[in-house]
């Protein structure tokens, strides 16, 4: 008899002391995953890009059998307005520090973007890359009545998000999203798309097209003297290419403006450039 007391109490401090270690370890997780990683990577560059970008979409991806862009257009429905497009980008914002990084031009370097859109009140405006809408909402409710944008995405699955998000801020009447690699659709734009020339160009898709697609736009006579070229990420992942082209070019006259990569620390900033003809 006394031996079995012994042996049941034996066993159920073992269980106690099993279930506490998998407890511990379940909350070190979830510390690391919420807090001490996030935290350790906001200054660095890669750690940052690596952790949010690849780690954790992946892991979330798996997790949830969705994707990040489809996750991002589910906050929106949920706490954003129908046609309020700050609530939109609010929404978006308070996603992307609470929940999940996303690699849209965010609420710091989107204050830039929305200064520069505001002093030239584009006519004609065109963007590289729109991912899921974000900076395209922020410039469409800038512009002026009959003002154009013309947005370029080669991901589908990117584009069909975007629309749902734009048409959600009630922007889409000012915007026309186009699927494709920009090389393609650049020289496209006067015959295809009836352009003359753009007043401004928001240059924020892959970095290695920065340079190529600037030369481009130049070849096909797309930039009218006094145009506008705002650069997103030249510091972080970095253009180095394309900021020595355009600093050193006596076509244009450019601006650094220092900010940090999108809902961290980490050092990036914009590059507005005015052409000069
Ligand atoms: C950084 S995200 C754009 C973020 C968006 N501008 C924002 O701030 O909300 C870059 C996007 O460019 C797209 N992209 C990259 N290279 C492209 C190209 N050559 N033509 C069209 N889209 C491209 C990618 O699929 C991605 O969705």
């Given amino acids: 008899m006394h031996t079995y007391l012994e042996t049941a109490a034996a066993e159920t401090s073992m269980w106690v002391y099993f279930l506490s270690a998998c407890a511990a370890g379940v909350a070190l997780l979830y510390a ?31 997790l949830t059998r969705s994707t990040r862009p489809k996750r991002l257009l589910r906050a929106v429905q949920k706490n954003a307005t129908r046609g309020d ?14 929940s999940e990084w996303a690699m849209n031009v965010g609420d710091e370097k989107g204050s830039i973007l929305d200064s520069v859109v505001s002093e030239l009140n584009p006519n004609t405006s065109l963007e590289l890359g729109t991912y899921c809408g974000y900076s395209t909402v922020r410039i469409a409710r800038l512009l002026p009545p009959g003002a154009r944008l ?8 990117y584009a069909a998000v975007a629309r749902q998000v734009i048409s959600w801020a009630g922007v889409q009447d000012k915007v026309e999203l186009v699927e494709g690699p920009s090389g393609d659709l650049i020289p496209q734009m006067k015959e ?20 190529p697609d600037t030369n481009l736009l130049e070849e096909c006579g797309l ?5 506008v070229l705002l650069a997103d ?45």
């Fill in 32 to 62: 690391l995953w919420s807090w001490l990683i996030p935290a350790a990577v906001q200054y660095n560059a890669w750690g940052a890009l690596l952790w949010h970008d690849v780690i954790v979409e992946r892991a979330l991806d798996l």
């Fill in 223 to 227: 930039l009218r003297k006094g145009a």
């Fill in 85 to 98: 497009p700050l609530s939109v980008i609010s929404a978006i914002d308070h996603f992307c520090r609470h």
């Fill in 192 to 211: 295809r798309f009836g352009v003359e020339t753009f007043d401004f160009v928001f240059l924020d898709h892959w970095k290695d097209r920065y340079l």
């Fill in 233 to 277: 990420n030249v510091i972080c992942p970095g253009t180095p290419e394309y900021l020595a082209y355009i600093r050193n070019s006596p076509r244009y006259e450019s601006r650094y403006f220092q900010s940090h990569l999108e809902y961290t620390k980490v050092e990036d900033g914009l590059e507005k450039s005015v052409f000069l003809g």
């Fill in 150 to 157: 013309i947005t370029l995405e080669f991901n589908p699955d």
